[in-house]
């Protein structure tokens, strides 16, 4: 049983999508959708399952297409993120996927993970300051459908990211830039993550600890990507 002592840290910066709510399982559906679709009509190999965990997972918009789009060999002009969801761009594209994730969002609404919102609460109540740190330009939608919002003055997500010129992950700069503004030095923040990408930020930024949370990428990988301890679900270290 994995124990995290939380008296040895001040601040919890959480990945989103994945980590407090179901929603890497929707993004993973919308990739799928838009990716069969677009690979099959170009006779490229098709899209599994273990694309997304290898090539998408974790990352900003776009980095994930032109990654799996790498992946294949195919190389599509960047345009523009004002792009429409029909470009066979690397923002079409991801424009596309996008559309797809938000038709789910709206259509079924987010409930996150009953042991996230108990370490959450927990954490809250003991005074360690809490951040939340997505790839995803749409994680403030999700963090209030879920009902999370009040929990997390700082969230550094895919737009604060590109509004301030910060690589995203598996860089560290964004959980970087969530600890200064919780007042946390890295030291004392502990990072959540469910992605080899996430860890991997998490581990480069040289953080006083890195929870890896195995929602399918697998022990090992997150392990191997730098996790200091991997936990099927948060309930295991709510202090
Ligand atoms: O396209 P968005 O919502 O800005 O999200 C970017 C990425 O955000 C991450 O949180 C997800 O793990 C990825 O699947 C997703 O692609």
Same mark, same amino acid.
């Given at each position: ?36 679709? /677009? ?27 032109? !990654? ?14 004002? !792009? ?27 409930? =996150? ?37 009040? /929990? /997390? ?13 910060? =690589? ?59 996790? !200091? ?11």
């Amino acid at each position: 049983m994995v124990v995290v002592d939380w008296t040895d840290y001040d601040a919890a910066l959480f990945d989103l999508d994945g980590v407090l709510t179901p929603t890497a399982v929707v993004h993973m559906a919308a990739w799928e959708e838009m990716f069969s679709t /677009f690979l099959s009509a170009r006779g490229a190999t098709p899209y599994t399952a273990h694309d997304y965990f290898d090539h998408v997972d974790g990352k900003p918009r776009y980095d994930g297409v032109r !990654d799996l789009l790498a992946s294949r060999g195919i190389t599509l002009p960047e345009g523009d993120p004002s !792009d429409t969801a029909d470009a066979d761009t690397v923002c079409g594209l991801g424009n596309r996927k996008n559309d797809a994730f938000n038709a789910v969002l709206a259509r079924d609404g987010v409930q =996150p993970y009953p042991g996230s919102v108990a370490l959450v609460e927990a954490l809250a109540a003991r005074g360690t300051k809490l951040a939340v740190v997505s790839s995803s330009k749409n994680a403030p939608s999700v963090l209030a459908a879920a009902g999370l919002d009040r /929990f /997390f003055p700082v969230v550094v997500d895919g737009r604060v990211a590109a509004a301030e010129g910060l =690589p995203g992950k598996p860089a560290p700069d964004t959980f970087l830039a969530a600890a200064e503004r919780v007042g946390v030095t890295k030291e004392r923040a502990v990072v959540l993550e469910d992605a080899t990408s996430g860890v991997a930020a998490g581990h480069a930024g040289r953080f006083g600890l890195v929870v890896g949370v195995d929602r399918g990428a697998g022990a090992d990988a997150l392990t191997a990507a730098g996790a !200091d301890v991997v936990v099927a679900d948060l309930q295991e270290i709510v202090p």
